[in-house]
């Protein structure tokens, strides 16, 4: 299946057709992706997928639904700006969920790529900034260096109802802007591709966060560990303080709902191991637990079992 979409995308994608930006550069996020209980790779909308409504999305195949499904794309830590203007934090490690809904379907699946240039083809596009891991048994990391040339994506090994996200890690470059695409597509399960909907093309920028709170944000603390992972009751929190603050440890389901505070002090500067407790009867399964210093932030997952 997987071979066979990206003979189809290879014929579909002679001709590029580039989305018409004014401005800076663009971060876009869309909405389609193929409902392969494999996934499929590069058909998140992108100009190196062949853009928007284009052979590059799960349009080509897929259409007859009646509602347009949509995306709701988060991040921990929150991406900076707001409406069309995103920043980041150089050297941050980010959770980015992707989460689909949509009347009328019952299956969805999704895509997404951070490239580094709005070029058509895939020789001069490369990733931008390093991807991580799939959070989630939901979710699959497709590396670039065997995807056909195209860059590394994420896509789904599971098609999910609406509402169950898809979520992966990503760390920041030390500058430059790039380019997040992410689609979805609702499918209504009957073993077709009719009746099925691709939502159409929204466009963001992703910028380096000026100012001091950069430099803080790099300097202050390096990246949590907590041990054991996976844990039953007890984590052992450990970092490095490089300037006295206040502390705050946190744990948060993969929806992004705080689930317990785990830690809340003010410590000084060196190595910090805190023995933090998680809640009474938690559920098993993937959790995210936040650290914050002077109000900079550091994440990272947690399985419980």
């Excluded at 052979?55 to 897929?62: E, K, R, T």
Aim: aromatic residues 8%.
């Amino acid at each position: 299946m997987v071979n066979l979409c990206h003979k189809i995308k290879n014929i579909m994608n002679k001709k590029v057709i580039l989305p018409i930006i004014s401005g800076a550069a663009i971060l876009i996020l869309s909405a389609s992706t193929v409902i392969n209980s494999a996934g499929v790779a590069n058909w998140s909308g992108s100009p190196v997928d062949g853009g928007p409504g284009s052979g590059g999305q799960c349009s080509a195949c897929h259409s007859g639904g009646s509602s347009t499904p949509t995306l709701a794309i988060t991040t921990s830590p929150v991406f900076g700006g707001t409406g069309f203007a995103r920043t980041y934090v150089a050297g941050t490690t980010y959770t980015i969920t992707v989460t689909p809904t949509g009347s009328g379907y019952t299956k969805f699946g999704f895509n997404t790529e951070i490239i580094n240039s709005q070029s058509a083809t895939t020789t001069s596009v490369a990733d931008f900034g390093t991807w991580g891991v799939a959070v989630g048994t939901n979710t699959k990391i497709w590396p670039a260096s065997g995807n056909g040339g195209y860059p590394t994506c994420a896509s789904h090994t599971s098609h999910e109802t609406s509402n169950a996200p898809f979520v992966f890690t990503w760390k920041a470059p030390t500058t430059g802007t790039g380019y997040i695409y992410a689609d979805v597509l609702g499918a209504n399960g009957d073993g077709s591709t009719g009746g099925d909907k691709v939502s159409g093309v929204t466009a963001y920028t992703l910028t380096l966060a000026s100012g001091a709170g950069i430099d803080k944000h790099v300097d202050n603390v390096n990246e949590l560990s907590l041990y054991p992972n996976p844990a039953t009751d007890n984590v052992r929190v450990t970092y490095t303080l490089r300037e006295r603050g206040a502390v705050s440890v946190k744990l948060y389901n993969l929806n992004g709902e705080l689930v317990a505070d785990l830690l809340n002090s003010t410590q000084e500067v060196g190595v910090q191991a805190n023995d933090v407790h998680l809640p009474t009867g938690l559920a098993k399964g993937l959790y995210m637990v936040k650290l914050t210093v002077n109000g900079q932030q550091n994440t990272q997952k947690l399985m419980v079992y």
